[in-house]
């Protein structure tokens, strides 16, 4: 049947059931509010969520839905919540842990996929992310290809899955890879349990060029889609680095320190002293309601426009670097101007922090600037009978550091000309609910500052009130900061003099 390409959106989605997996995710609650609240006369949303403890998975998402991202819905659509059918189940087994019957179930009722779920950590053993990541997205468009009246099925991948490649861009299309993902997932099932070991010892070897175990297994998925499209409407969409929200349901709403978020906190904290990057590369970013949006818009336009081309498969790399692009130098240059606006009550100490490219360099200076005065803080802890910290997060630090050099190091360019076209296919009532184009007047700056108040308020929960002592308390810490490089320049200065005196006296 031939879908209207003018429908507008909440339409399209009306009575319709939609699976998501990675729901209880950063963008996964975000993806489900928007839905419910946007398109209020969805059908059901089924959710694949893991029990957790003593937490059956209904219990798990009920906790979650407790949180203030959704309390808009809950004052708009007090209801719409009914709408979320949990079902057990596990993303990286076979079948994605699902039951037969709920099996049965998915491949009666739904018509769009979203596939989310995914392991973003960059440290993963290979199996994992190769279960998750790569087995995981397998597992679904197999699932996928059983529906009766499948209409889109969508994968959220990532803009960096292929930063490793040497090339101008990154443009809206597969590239191929090192590996068949068949081969690779029978390796793993076949070894993961029985020689863990062995598996860890080909990992580097195995990934290669690639900076990490997350992008090569996601490249590794891309793979799996291109199979799988000729049999299903497949349509990828890879986000840059995903930050807090702009505008929606919860102006900055974040959920975690991934990515710059973690920079911007370490140095607004006291705590990032060194960091390994070109303070001239962009980092491409952006917001996780645009990123949303920009699925849902996907996911329509692929069923609603894409008639002779479903069986093809469509790309958008969801960046905004050409848009509005931010340096890693005005991110770590902005920490000390929004802490002095809006700095947090526990600020170890007055922010600064140096950069550079030389890894030897960075080494040395970090042992100078975060080591050995991590070193004293814990010492004094330990006095006091407290626990130790201070180490610990040096250490994350420094591993973390590795782990971006990559991407903070290196200029790593997108085209995203498909996804601008996109933008167009809006109308002009639906743009206005699913954005994806920034405002002009929106700069790099305005972000960062966004980001901040809303790790102050949201992950850090700090209160509003707490502003004017916790400015006070910062501007101590800026002359007990300007004290302390007064006396170490005069302690050098006196040392260097009284050698000077003593070679040529």
């Given at each position: ?7 507008p ?6 009575g ?14 975000i ?7 946007c ?16 937490k ?7 906790e979650?839905t407790?949180l ?28 994605l ?11 009666e ?19 994992k ?50 590996y ?16 863990p ?23 590794l ?20 680095v ?6 929606e ?12 978020m ?32 920009s ?26 670097g ?80 590795f ?65 004017p002592q ?8 800026y ?7 007064v ?6 200065t ?12």
């Amino acid at each position: 049947m031939k879908i209207d390409p003018t429908i507008p959106i909440p339409e399209f989605f009306k009575g319709k059931n939609v699976l998501i997996t990675g729901a209880s995710g950063f963008m996964g609650k975000i993806l489900v509010e928007k839905l419910l609240r946007c398109c209020p006369e969805i059908g059901k949303i089924y959710i694949i969520l893991r029990g957790r403890g003593d937490k059956s998975p209904k219990e798990r998402w009920d906790e979650m839905t407790k949180l203030p991202v959704f309390d808009r819905l809950k004052t708009e659509y007090p209801n719409n919540l009914d709408k979320i059918v949990v079902l057990e189940g596990d993303v990286s087994e076979k079948n994605l842990g699902l039951a037969i019957h709920h099996q049965i179930i998915l491949e009666e009722d739904v018509s769009i996929i979203f596939h989310s779920a995914a392991s973003v950590r960059f440290d993963d053993p290979l199996s994992k992310a190769i279960f998750l990541n790569t087995r995981g997205a397998l597992e679904s468009v197999k699932l996928a290809e059983r529906m009766r009246n499948l209409e889109c099925y969508l994968y959220v991948s990532t803009a960096y899955s292929n930063s490793h490649l040497d090339i101008a861009e990154i443009e809206e299309k597969i590239y191929p890879t090192e590996y068949d993902y068949k081969m690779l997932i029978e390796l793993i099932e076949r070894y993961a349990d029985a020689e863990p070991a062995l598996i860890e010892i080909l990992a580097k070897k195995i990934i290669n060029n690639h900076p990490n175990t997350y992008t090569f297994s996601k490249a590794l998925a891309e793979q799996v889609m291109v199979d799988y499209s000729t049999k299903i409407p497949v349509v990828i969409v890879r986000p840059s680095v995903v930050i807090n929200s702009m505008h929606e349901p919860l102006v900055g709403w974040l959920e975690n320190l991934n990515g710059p978020m973690g920079i911007i906190a370490g140095v607004t904290k006291g705590i990032l002293r060194v960091f390994l990057a070109n303070e001239d590369c962009s980092l491409d970013y952006v917001a996780v309601d645009y990123a949303i949006n920009s699925l849902i818009v996907s996911a329509w336009h692929k069923a609603v426009a894409e008639q002779r081309e479903k069986k093809q498969l469509t790309i958008y790399n969801c960046v905004y670097g050409n848009v509005k692009s931010a340096t890693f130098g005005d991110i770590i240059n902005a920490g000390p101007s929004v802490s002095n606006a809006y700095p947090y009550t526990d600020v170890l100490w007055y922010p600064s922090i140096i950069t550079t490219t030389n890894t030897k360099l960075f080494t040395f200076l970090f042992y100078i600037l975060q080591i050995i005065p991590s070193l004293l803080l814990d010492a004094v802890l330990w006095l006091f009978s407290y626990d130790t910290m201070f180490l610990k997060i040096s250490r994350k630090i420094y591993i973390v550091s590795f782990a971006l050099q990559v991407f903070s190091t290196k200029i790593i360019k997108f085209s995203n000309r498909c996804y601008q076209s996109l933008w167009k296919t809006v109308s002009e009532s639906d743009s206005k609910i699913f954005y994806m184009d920034p405002p002009e007047h929106i700069s790099a700056a305005d972000i960062i500052l966004t980001c901040h108040l809303g790790m102050r308020k949201f992950y850090f929960h700090e209160s509003e009130s707490n502003i004017p002592q916790a400015r006070a308390k910062f501007n101590r810490l800026y002359w007990a900061d300007r004290a302390l490089r007064v006396f170490v320049i005069g302690i050098f200065t006196w040392f260097s003099s009284k050698y000077v005196m003593n070679r040529f006296s």
